[in-house]
């Protein structure tokens, strides 16, 4: 099977930092492409930049992101070892929901990224990265911490670390999914460079 990326990460780099499709573009300090090991078995794909975000250029770098660290740990993974994307590049006015037309002009984007990286997993945070990557209208709730897959892609939806900091029960599930998510890497044969 052919996973020849279309793009290289570079290049759409470089694309995401031009773009104005939306007026998200508008309100924007800078993009945030997304960061990361660009040969990881892992691919987080989160929500949209906050405001820290914005400002440094770098997703899940504000409360949401330490938290996600710490999970990261009880998986056995370092920032280092993932990469981490959002569906939207650009922060949305005051941290609302990515609307429609955003995430559809947006996600050609993550849609490259995902052919770029080829990961072996993708682990979606939240509602808006795990309709988009599943193509389903089944909610967070019911969903995370199965194992699912999008054509050769196993597909790991986990709450949203931010949903966890005024929620003590969603922190727990976090937790109990990210163990899951460590056990599922030690099991899976770690796949060959390119292979699918
Ligand atoms: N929340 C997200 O979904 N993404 C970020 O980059 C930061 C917070």
Redesign the pocket.
Known sequence: MSSKPHMSLDELRDQVAACHACPLADGRTQT?FGDGNPNARVLIV?????KN?DLQGV??V?K??QNLNKLLEIAGLKREDVFIA?VLKCRPPGNRDPRPEEIQLCTPFLREQTRAINPEFIVT??NFATKFILKTEVGITRLHGTLQTAGRFKVFPIY?P?AAIYDRSKQVALEEDFETLGRLLRQAAPSGEGDA
């Open positions: 945030v989160g929500e949209a930049p906050g975000e997703p899940f504000g949401a992101g959002n945070l939240g949203h931010a």
